[in-house]
Each structure stands twice: as C-alpha cells, then as structure tokens.
C-alpha cells in the first residue's frame, strides 16, 4: 500500500524558516518524480515545487528562491525546505507522488498534509 | 502560467442527480487534464487523468471529456459519497501546474 506521511509543520515567525518530510512506502520510491501542493485554509490548491527521479528541481514564481526541494532515495523521503516565510505561506502542505511516466503528469497518490502557520 | 476556470463554484443536488462541472483552461492544453476530489480534512483523490482516463478504482459513475481549452466532468448518478469539492488540474505547462479554484458540490 502506497503511503506518504508528512511531518515537519508547525508555527514559525515571519522571515523563519521550516523544513518539512515526507516519508514513503510501499512503492519504489527513486522511480518516481515527487511534488509538494499547499492549500490555504478554505482555499485552493497551489503546486509549490516538484523534483524528478534524476533531482531535477521545478518551482512557481511565488516560491522559487526561498523554497527547496529535495530527495533522499536512500531513506524513501522528500524534503521541503522553507526560507524567508511569509504569511502567505501559510497552508497544509501535501505531499504528492507523481504518476510514473514523467513529466509532465498528475499526482495519483497524495500525503495527509502537515500545517505550517507563518505568524507573530 | 495557464489559468484554469471552473464553473461553477458550487452546487446543490440531490443523491441520485447528474452533475456536470465545467473546467477552462485559459489556452489550450491538450488532454493534460485531471481531476481531484476533496473531502473536508482529506487530501485530495486523483478520479480522472488525461481527460478522460479513470484512475483505478474510481466508480465508474465518473467521467471526463474535453480536450483543448474545455472540459467536464460528470457524476451520472450522484451517490452520498460523492458530496465533495471537486478541482481540475493542467498539468500541460509545467512548471507551474494549476489548479481550478474547486466545485463545492452540496447536499439539496
């Protein structure tokens, strides 16, 4: 069973930084591409940031420069490092896996998401 | 960045309805669409993947169409589960990928 299980949110002043996880199982996790999606409270969903099996790293205009992407296949985990918060970042943060056969592609497997509120 | 449209913003429908929401793309995308349903606290499920592709285990009650700019998807018989938010997803242009901004579908 494919499971995706974030950790990492919680409260941080504005300009702080957070670093978020995900760990996987239940798949091979180094054959698939991985995303981040965030959701505002009663909003939307943004994609944040995504990193192909080669480590290739994609980003929106809103976050590229503060957040970072990355992967260890070794542990079966994604990471999400946040600089330079805003309260616009606050969110649940999802992890998501993408369907596997390369960009581009839709997300078929999704996290339960970890709250990061940016607030004084 | 590809804005995507959907219309409407929300719905009241009884059990047993069809429901059909709309999804625009702002140029054309192909058939790189998908769509998600959100239940409150939940994260959201892949349904429906290149248009019209059903993603494994989704009832079948659920389909999509469209290709270009214009999309729908449609629950031929809407059942109590179903009662959700549902999003639709470009994922043509990359990055970024967008998002509609969701379907409320309500209980009349």
């Known amino acids: 069973e494919v499971q995706l299980v974030e950790s990492g949110g919680g409260l941080v002043q504005p300009g702080g930084s957070l670093r978020l996880s995900c760990a996987a199982s239940g798949f091979t996790f180094s054959s698939y591409d991985m995303h981040w999606v965030r959701q505002a409270t009663g909003k939307g969903l943004e994609w944040v940031s995504a990193?192909?099996?080669?480590?290739?790293?994609y980003y929106p205009g809103s976050v590229k420069g503060r957040f970072t992407i990355s992967r260890e296949n070794a542990k079966n985990s994604l990471y999400l490092q946040m600089n330079s918060l805003r309260a616009g970042d606050t969110a649940v943060y999802y992890c998501?896996?993408?369907?596997?056969?390369?960009?581009?592609?839709?997300?078929?497997?999704w996290g339960q998401g970890t709250l990061v509120t940016v607030s004084s | 960045a590809i804005r995507m449209t959907q219309s409407p913003s929300s719905l009241s429908a009884s059990t047993g309805d069809r429901v059909t929401i709309t999804c625009r793309a702002s140029q054309g995308i192909s058939s790189y669409l998908a769509w998600y349903q959100q239940k409150p606290g939940k994260a959201p499920k892949l349904l429906i993947y290149a248009a019209s592709t059903l993603q494994s285990g989704v009832p079948s009650r659920f389909s999509g169409s469209g290709s270009g700019t214009d999309f729908t998807l449609t629950i031929s018989c809407l059942q109590s589960e179903d009662f959700a938010t549902y999003y639709c997803q470009q994922y043509y242009s990359y990055p970024p990928s967008t998002f509609g901004q969701g379907t409320k579908v309500e209980i009349k």
């Open positions: 998501a896996r993408g369907a596997n056969w390369g960009f581009p592609q839709p997300f078929d497997y």
């Open positions: 990193i192909g099996t080669a480590g290739d790293t």
